[in-house]
T-cell receptor
Framework: EAGVTQSPTHLIKTRGQQATLRCSPISGHTSVYWYQQALGLGLQFLLW???????NRGNFPPRFSGRQFPNYSSELNVNALELEDSALYLC???????????????FGPGTRLTVL | DQQVKQNSPSLSVQEGRISILNCDYT??????FLWYKKYPAEGPTFLIS?????DKNEDGRFTVFLNKSAKHLSLHIVPSQPGDSAVYFC??????????FGKGTRLHILP
């Protein structure tokens, strides 16, 4: 069974540009989560999508946005890139929205975004 | 405001001994706690979890202890093996809401 996949592996952009990161969940999973792992800050929750709807959002500015497609894959868009957006962006998927907190999230390998 | 705290950035343990990773939390609404393990260049992988109705959960060499009154949980690895060298993230969630992660503790298993 294929795990969560993310593309690209690495992405280099300059300040002010836009970045698009992609995630394909495990087959059968309907929930997709995005996290940012910046240096020294651990994993910061960004966004949570389930069945095409945004379910929750972390404390990030509106220039961080995303969407979930009918096939449950997801895209994270970061507009007007700033230097501090440089981080590892991790996507995770779970079988369904973790309403009972028992659905394990499975993580992809991440996309390393570098903003110059 | 950090709701899940892992105060030790790194920990070194001799192979074969017990590794104890600690985690503190501030939100009394948290009802589910998880530990994830992360190798370099890979995403975190789920290790073990515990519900707030329990105070201990064991899975092979891994045991998680929860002390609700102290808002503290710990992960015990016995015996520690070289493959256990990784970054360990403590995480918590409340009533099915988003999962909050700690900053992680890097565990080094020494030969």
């Amino acid at each position: 069974e294929a795990g969560v996949t993310q593309s690209p592996t690495h992405l280099i952009k300059t300040r002010g540009q836009q970045a698009t990161l992609r995630c394909s969940p495990i087959s059968g999973h309907t929930s997709v989560y995005w996290y940012q792992q910046a240096l020294g800050l651990g994993l910061q929750f960004l966004l949570w999508y389930d069945e095409g709807e945004e379910r929750n959002r972390g404390n990030f500015p509106p220039r961080f946005s995303g969407r979930q497609f009918p096939n449950y894959s997801s895209e994270l868009n970061v507009n007007a890139l700033e230097l501090e957006d440089s981080a590892l962006y991790l996507c995770a998927s779970s079988l369904r929205a973790a309403s009972t907190s028992t659905d394990t999230q499975y993580f992809g390998p991440g996309t390393r975004l570098t903003v110059l | 405001d950090q709701q899940v705290k892992q105060n030790s950035p790194s920990l070194s343990v001799q192979e074969g001994r017990i590794s104890i990773l600690n985690c503190d939390y501030t939100n009394s609404m948290f009802d589910y706690f998880l530990w994830y393990k992360k190798y370099p260049a890979e995403g975190p992988t789920f290790l073990i979890s515990i519900s707030s109705i329990k105070d201990k959960n064991e899975d092979g060499r891994f045991t998680v202890f929860l002390n609700k009154s102290a808002k503290h949980l710990s992960l015990h690895i016995v015996p520690s093996q070289p493959g256990d060298s990784a970054v360990y993230f403590c995480a918590a969630s409340a009533l099915g809401d988003k999962i909050i992660f700690g900053k992680g503790t890097r565990l080094h298993i020494l030969p």
